[in-house]
């Protein structure tokens, strides 16, 4: 046998993925476009859930005032992915909420002024206009940035070593969104990760009028027969005398949303009153700007590469940081709660389906907007319990994180220097949160102490 030529062995690099059916400018048929993009709406829902479950209790806010702030979130993520998608970056990426906002809203919710309110839903409505203040005023740094040019500026001198990080960072650094809520409630959680890699991977040969039926839409098979699977096991009896923790997390029944939800809704800006404004809070919030705004960036270029568009120039970044600070901006106004970011997992999920479509986002967008009006039909959706979207995470955070790393192949690995800015940025970037998070959850504080009531203490 001949022996194998190094260059037969080779794979050159490639500025864009191949396989793709569907790149950004190129559209499916109606029909599939619309399917497309009630998939990436009920990704998105996720999140959209998620951080209003966590933060509104805290305040105060009853089942009621969650069930509002998840409308709100999801009407003004559409309205901000249609802005980002129509005359931001243009290209395919859901905007919705963000994980980096939550550490100053909890020091905004344990500010002793809001702190001491005795009136539960008096305290709800006070904290959420200073979150609204602080959101407003924090939202100017990335308009400046963005409309000044000055993130272009600093973009041009991203290399594609400099991205490798970044990129990667930006799906590895939600690990813990991932399998440890899968096991949370892994007889739910587990079952939906297999299903959902075997559909996606070793069932997308079937075709149904030459549609990869189970690859394009294997989030929403998996999720529908998972949901069932749950549903029986809820209507079954099989938590009933599981402890309050499992039930709330497997259960089907009990985000309380559904009965909770109007039949019809329209969020609109100043609904929960008039902003707070406090300089405390919103450095706070400006620090949580900052890492939404590397965060983007990162979701920008991969989104880029996942929907085999080229490389985002400096002038069209910085563009898109400007109206993601107007999004942030329209967040302050609304009163969702947290501020706005690219939702990494509809990246992902770009690469999953091999469709980077902007017309299947924009579809998407007008699913949220819609739903968020009509509350019991939304909060049906969103009733899915969250193992179910965290074991779609591991898959489509990993994905994203993998886009990242393929940056490589456009620098010498073979250099000591690329080897180790490459491994102590990815090293660093994982173990620094790693070591503030251990040390907040063992101490209950973080590790910076200051007598001055302006600086975070998280």
């Known amino acids: ?31 599939e476009a619309v399917v497309l993009g009630f998939q990436h709406y009920i990704l998105a829902l996720g999140t959209a859930v998620m951080i209003p479950s966590f933060l509104v209790p805290l305040m ?54 809001l702190r001491d309110i005795p009136d539960d839903h008096e305290r709800f409505l006070q904290t959420i206009r200073a979150i609204q203040g602080a959101l407003i005023v924090a939202s100017s740094i990335q308009i400046i940035l963005g409309y000044s040019q000055l993130w272009g500026i600093c973009s041009r001198f991203f290399s594609p070593l400099g991205m490798v ?25 587990v079952p939906m990760l297999i299903l959902f890699v075997a559909f996606s991977q070793y069932l997308k040969h079937i075709h149904t009028r030459r549609v990869p039926l189970l690859e394009r839409f294997a989030l929403l098979a998996a999720t529908a027969i ?55 809070h919103s450095f706070g919030m400006m620090a949580a700007v900052l890492v939404s705004l590397i965060e983007s960036t990162g979701a920008y270029k991969a989104a880029a590469r996942l929907a085999s568009a080229t490389p985002p120039p400096a ?32 990246v992902g999920l770009l690469g999953a389906t091999r469709v980077g479509s902007r017309r299947v986002v924009q ?9 968020s009006m009509l509350g019991k039909f939304g909060a049906l959706f969103a009733s899915i319990p969250f193992p179910i ?3 779609v995470y591991c898959v489509l955070f990993g994905l994203v994180a993998a886009v990242g790393l393929s940056f490589l192949q456009f620098t010498n690995m073979n250099s000591m220097r690329n080897l180790f800015i490459t491994g102590v940025s990815l090293f660093l970037g994982l173990s620094i949160p790693e070591y503030f998070f251990s040390y907040t959850q063992s101490a209950r504080h973080g590790p910076a102490h200051t007598d001055a ?6």
């Open 1 to 31: 046998m001949a022996d194998i030529k190094p260059e037969e062995i080779t794979h050159p690099p490639m500025d864009q993925l191949q396989g793709f059916e569907y790149c950004i400018d190129s559209n499916p048929s109606w029909g």
């Open 60 to 113: 105060g806010g009853t089942d009621g005032d969650k069930v509002r702030v998840v409308q709100t979130l999801l009407f003004v993520g559409g309205i901000n992915t249609l802005l980002q998608t129509l005359f931001g970056t243009r290209l395919p990426t859901v905007i919705g909420g963000s994980y980096a906002f939550i550490v100053p809203i909890i020091s905004i919710i344990q500010d002793s002024s």
């Open 165 to 189: 990080p970044v990129v990667a960072a930006v799906g590895f650094g939600l690990f813990n969104r991932g399998f440890p809520v899968v096991g949370k409630c892994v007889e739910i959680g």
């Open 226 to 280: 998972i949901w069932l699977y749950a549903h029986l096991l809820t209507v079954g009896g099989a938590y009933k005398h599981s402890p309050p923790l499992t039930q709330s997390h497997c259960r089907t029944d009990r985000a309380n949303l559904i009965s909770a939800a109007p039949w019809i809704k329209i969020p609109y800006p100043l609904q929960w009153g008039a902003p707070t404004f406090d300089a405390g």
């Open 315 to 346: 002038h069209v970044l910085s563009r898109g940081i400007g109206w993601q600070g107007i999004g942030i901006l329209l967040d302050g106004l609304f009163g969702t709660c947290t501020g706005s970011t690219v939702s990494v997992e509809n």
């Open 363 to 371: 579809i998407s967008a007008g699913f949220m907007i819609f739903f």
């Open 389 to 391: 979207f965290a074991a």
């Open 453 to 458: 009531g302006w600086v975070c203490y998280y």
